[in-house]
Structures are given as C-alpha cells and as structure tokens.
C-alpha cells in the first residue's frame, strides 16, 4: 500500500449496541440488521484499517434489567450478557466472512467450541494477516460494561481511535428525544463528558480513554457509509479527546 492510499487511522476499535442487532423495541437478530452491520465493517476494512469490533448483548439479554427487578444477582445477570455477547459475535462473524472477509470471533472467557479466546499477541496476529477481530464476552467479569471492554481492548491493542456506534448523530446537551432544547457537541473533552455527567460511555470507560489518550468519537451508523465514512477521517458526530 503507498502512502497516498493509506487509511486515515491505521486500526480501530468500534463499539457496537446489542439493540444493534434487532429491529427497534424488538429482541434478537434481525438478519437485515446484521447484514447492514457487517456489511458496513467489511468496507471499512477494504481500506486497509484494522478493525476489532467489540459486540454489546442488550438484544438477547438485558442483565441490568434483572438485576433491577431483583430476578437474579448482578454478577450472574453480568455473566448472562456475557454469553448474549459471544451469541451476536458469532452471528457477526459468519456474516461478516459471507461477505468475504476473513475474521475472526475472540472471547475473554473461555468458550473453545465456538471462539478462540482473547490473547493479545494473536489479536495481533491475526491483524497482520488482514482478519476483522470480533470481541465478545466483554471483559470477561461482571461489573464492567462492554463500553469498559472497549476502552480496555482499545489500550491493549494500541488502537489509534475508538468508534462508539449508537442510533443518534453524537452528544448532546440533553436527550434530543425529549428536550427540543438539546444542542449536539462537535467536539467535548474527557472532563467536560465526566463532570457533566453526558452519558458518552460509563465513567470507568471515559476514565480509562482519557488515561490512555484514546478519543473517541460518537456517530451514527445506521447512515448507510457513516463507518466507512467515520474511519477515513470524514468529520462526524462528536469527538472527545484530552
């Protein structure tokens, strides 16, 4: 690859919802939802970034729910979404390479029939040989978000940038949805995102991002291109940074 073609950030980490995977309001895998997403990865990827997408499992388990409502303590409703996370990731992959590119579903707990698990040093490796990283189990441990895995694996990996993928077009003031008052930010710093209380990511993510100096922008890519878009350095939704 010449200089002139090379891609505006080199590997990236991209963060992607559960609710993602369904239609709106609904529960599972729509196949027309996973198709938009995996096709959207692998264009992104023909331009030569590297890419590892961190998979949430809202759409097959909500633990946060049952915990709330008291049905099951925090720490096995954690593991729970865990397991909806390797569901999604395996979905993703086969999609994903249907459209011919190769990948790979990694785990950091320990399910060998269906994903390797997650090992720094052949996550590089796997990017040398040109393969998309599908990250599933989050952190492997409950009380941290997949927002937190993707911080955590955006350090370990080097990641130049981290891609938070949501269904609105960045940070806002308030809820767009319910304030008509709401003002989108272009760009907010780490401080301002914590003390401000914006919701961006959970407070260990956004302390662990602004730790590592790894900004990160929030768009929205359910815009057919926005992923593309968003890696080749096209200005869109809001970037937080130091």
């Known amino acids: 690859m010449t200089a002139a073609s090379s891609p505006h950030y080199r590997r990236v980490i991209l963060k992607i919802s559960g609710e993602s995977f369904a239609k709106p309001g609904q529960f599972g895998i729509d196949p027309a939802e996973l198709a938009v997403i995996a096709r959207e990865i692998v264009e992104a990827a023909?331009?030569?970034?590297?890419?590892?997408?961190?998979?949430?499992?809202?759409?097959i388990v909500r633990g946060a729910v049952l915990t709330k409502q008291r049905q099951v303590d925090q720490s096995t409703a954690d593991y729970m979404g865990m397991l909806g996370?390797?569901?999604?990731?395996?979905?993703?992959?086969?999609?994903?390479?249907?459209?011919?590119?190769a990948a790979r579903l990694m785990s950091a707990i320990d399910i060998p029939a269906v994903a390797e698990r997650f090992v720094r040093a052949r996550a590089l490796r796997h990017f040398e040989k040109g393969r998309v990283l599908i990250?599933?189990?989050?952190?492997?441990?409950?009380?941290?978000?997949?927002?937190?895995?993707?911080?955590?694996?955006?350090?370990?990996?080097?990641?130049?940038?981290?891609?938070?993928?949501?269904?609105?077009?960045?940070?806002?003031?308030?809820?767009?949805?319910?304030?008509?008052?709401?003002?989108?930010?272009?760009t907010l710093s780490f401080s301002q995102a914590i003390e401000r209380n914006l919701r961006v990511m959970d407070m260990t993510a956004l302390a662990m991002c602004m730790e590592n100096k790894l900004p990160v922008i929030v768009f929205d890519f359910k815009?057919?291109?926005?992923?593309?878009?968003?890696?080749?350095g096209e200005t869109l939704g809001t970037l937080v940074t130091n």
Request: aromatic content about 4%; glycine content about 14%.
């Open 46 to 59: 023909k331009g030569g970034t590297q890419v590892a997408v961190v998979v949430g499992g809202g759409n």
């Open 85 to 101: 996370t390797v569901i999604n990731g395996m979905a993703l992959k086969v999609a994903v390479e249907s459209m011919g590119q």
């Open 135 to 186: 990250l599933a189990a989050g952190t492997g441990n409950p009380f941290f978000t997949t927002d937190t895995c993707a911080a955590l694996r955006g350090a370990e990996l080097n990641a130049d940038i981290l891609l938070k993928a949501t269904k609105v077009d960045g940070v806002y003031t308030g809820d767009p949805k319910t304030d008509s008052t709401a003002t989108r930010f272009d």
């Open 223 to 232: 815009k057919p291109g926005n992923i593309k878009r968003v890696i080749e």
